[in-house]
């Protein structure tokens, strides 16, 4: 979609016939070279085409036009049709026959809603919050809490302020333009081509995510500094500062009103306890990885070995194992057969107790070495989405990865967490927060009581 805007606003915006076939054709060398470099890359790195492995983008179409969602990534929606022995051509078949059925459902007012539920899912945040939380850096056995996990709620909302300002101003500017019929800046053209081709993309096709809105923000920006220029942005304010400073006092006052209101009305945000995992062990790649599931023979055991270095842990394995019969690859029948796990902390010499779902219960899992045992206990081969299988593709220098024994390929997909209660923001990080609010609200106050020395109307002295 960028490229298309970038395309088109060569077209319009370009000065001679020649610089805009210089400037095409430059774009075209450019996607072609990054085509093939990204496969030579593959080849470098191992990677190998998998007809099981491959999704259809029809995948996706179908998940953005969920009735039961906002348009946003949905587990059952996810892996509907992602069994293995099907192929790429059987999937896709398959998705389309969900998308008219879906799409039949739908009138033209509800797609609508539906469309604009996306957008709002979207663009609605401001921040992005979904895949950005309960991110840890470290070593395997020392994971620590990433910034966003920490300070996320704050970050979002001390966000808000400025994402509403940047939005309001972008609009603002392109309205005055189309409204003035005044020409418009290539790069002003090219950026407003491009969210609206983001979001004609996102919304009206694929799947929805709120971090997906990033590609809209350099454009938005780019709108937004020549929204600062024009707007002039100092006399407006000068403006106001003149009828402001007459009754700047009540202004303060009712100000600082709401301020206290604001502080009030959110404080429980200080007391209510929520629950919160710290995770110290945790497999990643798991949610993307789109493999298709492991097998696993009968009677066939699969061992991992890991350090758990912290008291009062909580297990969690995924369980969830299967067997296939079926006439045909298209009209396969699932028997779900769970795994048998056993867990032992050989420093302690204890048998850990896991449920049929693949939990601990809560606080057993102590400080040691323990040995993750995965058994089929059936006759028959089963299936199973708790193992990672990630072929050829060598994560061996990443210490965060823990394969089963002998088979470096396979890693289980495990997390060990201590659960603990606490507030979305302690009272200190709060109190700062409105502290900084109010210090603001008071010198804004000070400049436009003396607005004369620091805002003058005379615009050649700024």
């Given at each position: 979609?960028?490229?298309?805007?970038?395309?088109?606003?060569?077209?319009?915006?370009?000065?001679?016939?020649?610089?805009?076939?210089?400037?095409?054709?430059?774009?075209?060398?450019?996607?072609?070279?990054?085509?093939?470099?990204?496969?030579?890359?593959?080849?470098?790195?191992?990677?190998?085409?998998?007809?099981?492995v491959?999704?259809?983008?029809?995948?996706?179409?179908?998940?953005?036009?969920?009735?039961?969602?906002?348009?946003?990534?949905?587990?059952?929606?996810?892996?509907?049709?992602?069994?293995?022995?099907?192929?790429?051509?059987?999937?896709?078949?398959?998705?389309?026959?969900?998308?008219?059925?879906?799409?039949?459902?739908?009138?033209?007012g509800?797609?609508?809603?539906?469309?604009?539920?996306?957008?709002?899912?979207?663009?609605?945040?401001?921040?992005?919050?979904?895949?950005?939380?309960?991110?840890?850096?470290?070593?395997?056995?020392?994971l620590?809490?990433?910034?966003?996990?920490?300070?996320?709620?704050?970050?979002?909302?001390?966000?808000?302020?400025?994402?509403?300002?940047?939005?309001?101003?972008?609009?603002?500017?392109?309205?005055?333009?189309?409204?003035?019929?005044r020409?418009?800046?290539?790069?002003?053209?090219?950026?407003?081509?491009?969210?609206?081709?983001?979001?004609?993309?996102?919304?009206?096709?694929?799947?929805?995510r709120?971090?997906?809105?990033?590609?809209?923000?350099p454009?938005?920006?780019f709108?937004?500094?020549?929204?600062?220029?024009?707007?002039?942005?100092?006399?407006?304010?000068?403006?106001?500062?003149?009828?402001?400073?007459?009754?700047?006092?009540?202004?303060?006052?009712?100000?600082?009103?709401?301020?206290?209101?604001?502080?009030?009305?959110n404080?429980?945000?200080?007391?209510?306890?929520v629950?919160?995992?710290?995770?110290?062990?945790?497999?990643?790649?798991?949610?993307?990885?789109?493999?298709?599931?492991?097998?696993?023979?009968?009677?066939?055991?699969?061992?991992?070995?890991?350090?758990?270095?912290?008291?009062?842990?909580?297990?969690?394995?995924?369980?969830?194992?299967?067997?296939?019969?079926?006439?045909s690859?298209?009209?396969?029948?699932?028997?779900?057969?769970?795994?048998?796990?056993?867990?032992?902390?050989?420093?302690?010499h204890?048998?850990?107790?896991?449920?049929?779902?693949?939990?601990?219960?809560?606080?057993?899992?102590?400080?040691?070495?323990?040995?993750?045992?995965l058994?089929n206990?059936?006759?028959?081969?089963?299936?199973t989405?708790?193992?990672?299988?990630?072929?050829?593709?060598?994560?061996?220098?990443?210490s965060?990865?823990?394969?089963?024994?002998?088979?470096?390929?396979?890693?289980?997909?495990?997390?060990?967490?201590?659960?603990?209660?606490?507030?979305?923001?302690?009272?200190?990080?709060?109190?700062?927060?409105?502290?900084?609010?109010?210090?603001?609200?008071?010198?804004?106050?000070?400049?436009?009581?003396?607005?004369?020395?620091?805002?003058?109307?005379?615009?050649?002295?700024?």
């Amino acid at each position: 979609m960028i490229i298309i805007a970038l395309s088109i606003t060569i077209v319009l915006m370009g000065q001679t016939l020649r610089q805009k076939f210089v400037q095409i054709s430059i774009l075209i060398a450019t996607v072609i070279v990054v085509y093939f470099g990204s496969s030579v890359i593959q080849t470098a790195q191992r990677y190998e085409r998998n007809n099981q492995v491959v999704t259809p983008a029809t995948r996706y179409i179908n998940m953005g036009l969920n009735p039961n969602t906002s348009g946003q990534i949905d587990g059952n929606d996810a892996w509907l049709y992602e069994q293995p022995g099907r192929t790429p051509k059987e999937k896709n078949r398959l998705y389309l026959s969900s998308i008219k059925r879906r799409l039949l459902n739908y009138s033209v007012g509800s797609l609508s809603e539906h469309f604009l539920k996306k957008a709002t899912y979207m663009y609605g945040t401001g921040l992005t919050i979904q895949d950005f939380f309960y991110w840890y850096a470290g070593n395997k056995n020392n994971l620590e809490e990433s910034i966003l996990d920490r300070f996320g709620v704050i970050l979002v909302n001390g966000f808000q302020f400025f994402y509403i300002l940047l939005s309001v101003m972008t609009f603002v500017f392109l309205w005055r333009h189309l409204k003035n019929k005044r020409s418009i800046p290539p790069v002003v053209l090219f950026s407003v081509l491009g969210v609206l081709g983001v979001c004609a993309f996102q919304v009206g096709l694929w799947e929805v995510r709120d971090r997906y809105s990033l590609l809209a923000v350099p454009f938005a920006v780019f709108i937004f500094s020549y929204a600062l220029a024009e707007l002039d942005i100092v006399g407006w304010i000068s403006r106001f500062g003149s009828v402001l400073k007459q009754d700047v006092i009540r202004y303060f006052i009712i100000s600082t009103g709401l301020l206290v209101f604001g502080y009030l009305s959110n404080y429980s945000l200080t007391t209510q306890l929520v629950e919160k995992n710290n995770v110290s062990i945790h497999q990643p790649y798991a949610a993307y990885a789109g493999q298709s599931d492991v097998k696993i023979k009968a009677h066939d055991k699969l061992k991992i070995t890991f350090d758990v270095e912290t008291t009062g842990n909580t297990g969690i394995f995924y369980n969830s194992a299967y067997s296939i019969s079926s006439d045909s690859k298209s009209q396969q029948v699932k028997k779900y057969l769970p795994l048998q796990i056993s867990l032992m902390n050989t420093t302690l010499h204890k048998s850990i107790e896991v449920d049929s779902n693949g939990n601990t219960k809560a606080n057993t899992m102590q400080k040691g070495k323990y040995v993750l045992t995965l058994t089929n206990p059936t006759n028959q081969a089963i299936y199973t989405q708790g193992i990672i299988d990630i072929g050829k593709a060598d994560f061996s220098f990443n210490s965060l990865y823990r394969s089963i024994s002998g088979h470096p390929e396979l890693m289980p997909v495990m997390t060990v967490a201590r659960s603990s209660q606490n507030t979305l923001v302690s009272k200190k990080q709060y109190n700062a927060i409105f502290t900084l609010l109010f210090v603001i609200l008071c010198i804004i106050t000070y400049m436009f009581r003396k607005k004369d020395k620091i805002l003058p109307l005379n615009k050649s002295k700024v």
